[in-house]
């Protein structure tokens, strides 16, 4: 045999291999295999809670029940990790992660640290359909969002990606607020010790079911007031609470708000890197969904008062699909409120 036709029967040889792995059954993948679910802040805050709630209990609904080994890799409000995804970890379904619920926006608003097209990610679920609140510490002579328009607020944020910086600057922008961000802090657990020490006055784009999972203390004791409701509808505790869409004045203003807050959909969101074989992903998306009804689950979730109303994987993937088709001159409007 020449070197010529062994080098072309190498080819075939190779796509009998590629295809053999990839038909590997998915018990038989899963089986004995360490899956690394990586949270894209710091430990200590509701991203860090969720993502360890999720990971006590989605291996026993994954096929070959794999050991789940949870990881912080934190740095940007999660865009390090949205990143790290995309382009370096394992694409075979061995590596999940939870990022900001904002993050996956992040190149549609001409984010420039933003390395991925999200519309390729594979999509696992969100624990939550969350809505957020902007809220002011008591020492801050602030009580309403009115107030902000000719007050200023300084709030803490977690890094340009993040929900905590993009929120008060789209408000800044769009409504004319006077919050003024002090961005760098590690995780939402260190903005809120900043205001226990006077380093800022509020936060804004904190969600609410992480309000209540922990500092329900200072809502009963009025050491916070919640100023204005940041999602598309109210949420049930919060009545009295009003409704970012009720400040738009014009149709601008509300599909730049629809655009920004869309995202409370996926408030608590689950992915794979782009390409896990088809068979895997749709194991691990009724596994996230199984273990968002699981009995067990719920009252460890309960218990640490993580407010659990989920999304499934198809509905997240369309999503932001959807919102990957926004205008481009719209979105580019938000882009530029949120870097000012």
Wanted: aromatic share 8%; proline share 6%.
């Amino acid at each position: 045999m020449t070197r010529a036709t062994a080098a072309v029967l190498t080819i075939p040889v190779l796509a009998v291999l590629t295809s053999a792995v990839s038909a590997q059954p998915v018990d038989g993948f899963f089986k004995g295999r360490p899956i690394n679910l990586y949270i894209g802040f710091a430990p200590g805050g509701t991203y860090d809670y969720f993502g360890r709630a999720v990971g006590r209990f989605i291996g026993k609904h994954i096929p070959g029940n794999p050991t789940i080994v949870p990881k912080n890799l934190e740095g940007a409000g999660s865009l390090r990790l949205a990143n790290w995804l995309y382009n370096v970890a394992p694409k075979d379904g061995a590596a999940l992660g939870t990022i900001g619920r904002g993050t996956a926006f992040d190149p549609l608003l001409g984010s420039k640290g933003a390395q991925f097209q999200a519309d390729k990610f594979t999509w696992i679920g969100s624990a939550n359909n969350e809505v957020s609140v902007c809220v002011a510490w008591n020492t801050s002579g602030i009580t309403t969002l009115e107030q902000t328009l000719s007050k200023e607020l300084i709030v803490g944020g977690t890094g340009q990606a993040a929900d905590t910086d993009q929120f008060p600057r789209i408000l800044n922008g769009v409504l004319g607020t006077k919050f003024k961000i002090v961005t760098g802090y590690p995780g939402g657990n260190d903005v809120t010790l900043a205001m226990e020490r006077g380093e800022v006055k509020g936060r804004c784009g904190w969600s609410w079911s992480s309000v209540v999972s922990t500092h329900k203390r200072w809502i009963d004791d009025k050491s916070i007031t919640v100023l204005v409701q940041l999602s598309l509808s109210k949420h049930p505790d919060l009545s009295d609470v009003p409704l970012i869409m009720d400040f738009a004045k014009n149709e601008d203003q509300q599909q730049i708000f629809k655009l920004i807050f869309a995202r409370q959909v996926m408030g608590r969101p689950y992915l794979a890197p782009p390409g896990v074989p088809k068979d895997r992903a749709d194991a691990l998306r009724k596994a996230f969904a199984e273990t968002m009804t699981d009995p067990e689950f719920r009252a460890d979730a309960d218990k640490a008062s993580l407010e659990i109303n989920p999304v499934d994987g198809e509905e997240v993937e369309k999503l932001v699909k959807d919102l990957y088709q926004t205008p481009k001159p719209l979105a580019d409007k938000a882009a530029e409120f949120i870097r000012h």
